[in-house]
């Protein structure tokens, strides 16, 4: 995600914090300054607020570890003021995986809220009033309330959140995935769209609420285009979309001779080869407006390309690959020979996109 820097890598994800974030602990800190207890006070908030998104983090680890028992690798994990995003490779199609994924994270907030409580000795008929988020309330027990809340919110049936798809997965063991998705991602909106009404109709205008009630709606329907652009790849190859007419530059290539091909042509990114025709690398437009913004025309295009760890073969099924596509920080994916491994191919969402538009149209 960009704006976001990497600070640990965790079993093979990376961990990273989004730049937002210091801008929510800004805040927090200010907060607390302003009521009067100073430097203590901004530290104090600030600590909680760290322990918290530190609990985000094991939450978002408990969808990782899931995930990976069904064999989906998770590249990264970003912290964002609004809490984490796991970037799963895919999510699993089979309806009981993707139940399980989708509530061992809220699992591990249940297991740290008892830990809390287990350790602090309350006991079980313990008075509900104890536990009154106030601010000179005890530190442990306002963090075992904010994990309650999490799993709370979380299973909110609704994407993005986890009760979201445990409610497509439990759909999807009566009805196709593909209705389950566009069910559940309705009744995601339906809510959204609820506590937009109780607000106009109550008078209350709560900001927060309402960003989140955006954030629900535009997710939920982004999640059903994505199912639905999944469903009409089926029975598609790589080959039917792949673009096969492309230009490469070779490993001593400069910035200027990539501008030239970016001018006269419709090609965005363009791959780097090996004098054996292995792939050395893509540069994007993107990284070619930052390359020559820094370094000119005359710097090497193989300093400013990124690695494509992922690459397909004409023969993957497109949805595969398409999944493999957003998963990923290149803007296209290599197509490789599978005898020779080497690039025969480029596949980028806006062939994908014109290839299911083709599709489209011959079945009218």
């Not at 001593?252 to 690398?281: N, T």
């Not at 806006?350 to 009218?364: D, K, Q, S, T």
């Amino acid at each position: 995600m960009r704006w976001s820097f990497k600070i640990a890598t965790v079993a093979g994800t990376e961990v990273r914090i989004h730049i937002t974030f210091f801008i929510l602990l800004a805040f927090v800190a200010l907060h607390g300054m302003g009521r009067g207890e100073g430097l203590p006070g901004a530290l104090d908030a600030v600590l909680f607020i760290s322990a918290m998104f530190f609990c985000v983090l094991l939450h978002e680890f408990g969808h990782v570890f899931a995930a990976r028992g069904y064999g989906i690798r998770t590249p990264d994990i970003t912290l964002l003021p609004i809490g984490g995003v796991a970037r799963l490779e895919r999510m699993p199609r089979r309806p009981a995986h993707e139940l399980v994924v989708a509530v061992c994270g809220p699992l591990v907030n249940v297991g740290i809220a008892l830990l809390i409580y287990l350790a602090l000795g309350l006991r079980l008929d313990a008075d509900p009033a104890a536990f009154r988020f106030e601010q000179s309330g005890h530190f442990w027990e306002k963090l075992m309330l904010w994990n309650l809340l999490m799993v709370v919110f979380n299973m909110i049936p609704a994407f993005p959140m986890d009760g979201g798809r445990v409610l497509r997965a439990l759909m999807a063991m009566v009805f196709d995935y593909g209705k389950a998705t566009r069910w559940a991602a309705a009744i995601g909106q339906g809510i959204a769209l609820t506590v937009v009404l109780w607000m106009l109709l109550a008078g209350v205008f709560q900001p927060i609420l309402l960003l989140i009630a955006f954030f629900i709606f535009m997710a939920a329907g982004q999640e059903a285009a994505a199912v639905s652009e999944s469903e009409a790849t089926r029975g598609l190859r790589v080959r039917d979309a792949m673009l096969t007419d492309f230009h490469t530059l070779p490993p001593d290539a400069v910035l200027a001779d990539a501008v030239d091909l970016l001018i006269s042509g419709s090609q965005h990114d363009f791959p780097l080869l090996e004098r054996d025709g292995s792939l050395l690398g893509v540069l994007s437009r993107q990284r070619l407006i930052e390359g020559l913004s820094k370094h000119g025309t005359l710097h090497l295009a193989a300093d400013c390309a990124d690695e494509c760890a992922e690459s397909v073969t004409p023969v993957t099924s497109l949805g595969e690959a398409v999944e493999r596509l957003r998963s990923i920080r290149c803007p296209m994916l290599p197509v490789l020979d599978p005898v020779s491994g080497r690039l025969v191919g480029l596949l980028t969402a806006e062939n994908v996109a014109e290839a299911l538009m083709i599709r489209a149209a011959l079945r009218r």
